[in-house]
C-alpha cells in the first residue's frame, strides 16, 4: 500500500485565489511527522510546513496552512492569495518514528498559477 | 539562503567514468544526511542514509558498490556514483537534518541537485 497518497497528479489556480493540495498518508505508527515540499522547475527541495502527530493546532506558514484531519489521515496544503512562482511540483512526505528520519514522499502535484 | 550546498550542479560523463557529488551543510553540524534519486517527473527515491564516521544505510535495490557514500566530516557527505553507464543519469539530491530545526521536527534540508547526464 502506499504510504503518502498525491491524487492530483496536475492543478491549475487563478492568481490571487487560493488553492487545497491533497495528501493522504497511510501508517500504523503513533508518532509521525508530515512535511510539504515545493520543488520549481529548477530542481530544488523547498521545506514549506512540518505537522506532528501529536500537534492540536493546524500548522501555518506565512501562505501555506495544513489541513490536518487526523482521523481522516489526510495533511492537505492550503496556499492562499496564490502568486505565479507558486507554479511548481509539490511533494507530501511522511517520516514514521519506527523509521527513524527517514521520509517517504508521495508522487507529487504539479501546480499551475494562471494571471 | 541555502542550508544545504551541492555539487556539481549539472555533471556530463562519458560511460565508464565515476563522478563525485559533494553535500555540505552550511551552517550546522549533520550527523546525518540523506541521497536521493529522482526520474524526471517522479517523486525521490532514497537511496541511502550517510551517517558521520560510519558506514552508509543502503535502501533495497541500492547496490553499495555502485554508489559510493562517504561521510567523513559533519559537513560533507560524498556520492561517488563509480563506472558509470547510461542507466545512471539522473537527477541525485541530498538533503541533512538542521538539529536547530526545533523540537522533534527533524527538517530535513536539501540541496539543490546534480543533474547527471552519462554518455
Known amino acids: 500500500a502506499q504510504k503518502i497518497t498525491q491524487t492530483q497528479p496536475g492543478m491549475f489556480v487563478q492568481e490571487k485565489e487560493a488553492v487545497t493540495l491533497d495528501c493522504t498518508y497511510d501508517?500504523?505508527?503513533?508518532?509521525?511527522?508530515l512535511f510539504w515540499y515545493k520543488q520549481p522547475s529548477s530542481g530544488e527541495m523547498i521545506f514549506l510546513i512540518y505537522?506532528?502527530?501529536?500537534?492540536?493546532q493546524n500548522a501555518t506558514e506565512g501562505r501555506y496552512s495544513l489541513n490536518f484531519q487526523k482521523a481522516r489521515k489526510s495533511a492537505n496544503l492550503v496556499i492562499s492569495a496564490s502568486q505565479l512562482g507558486d507554479s511548481a511540483m509539490y511533494f507530501c512526505a511522511m517520516r514514521e518514528r519506527e523509521y527513524g528520519n527517514k521520509l517517504v514522499f508521495g508522487a507529487g502535484t504539479i501546480l499551475r498559477v494562471k494571471s | 539562503g541555502a542550508v544545504v550546498s551541492q555539487h556539481p550542479s549539472r555533471v556530463i560523463c562519458k560511460s565508464g567514468t565515476s563522478v563525485k557529488i559533494e553535500c555540505r551543510s552550511l551552517?550546522?553540524?549533520?550527523?546525518?544526511m540523506f541521497w536521493y534519486r529522482q526520474f524526471p517527473k517522479q517523486s525521490l527515491m532514497l537511496m541511502a542514509t550517510s551517517n558521520e564516521g560510519s558506514k552508509a544505510t543502503y535502501e533495497q535495490g541500492v547496490e553499495k558498490d555502485k554508489f559510493l557514500i562517504n561521510h567523513a566530516s559533519l559537513t560533507l557527505s560524498t556520492l561517488t556514483v563509480t563506472s558509470a553507464h547510461p542507466e545512471d543519469s539522473s537527477f541525485y539530491i541530498c538533503s541533512a537534518i538542521n538539529p536547530r530545526s526545533g523540537g522533534a521536527k527533524n527538517i530535513q534540508y536539501f540541496g539543490a541537485g546534480t543533474r547527471l547526464s552519462v554518455l
Open positions: 551552517d550546522f553540524q549533520a550527523t546525518t
Open positions: 501508517t500504523s505508527d503513533q508518532s509521525y511527522g
Open positions: 505537522q506532528g502527530s501529536y500537534d492540536e
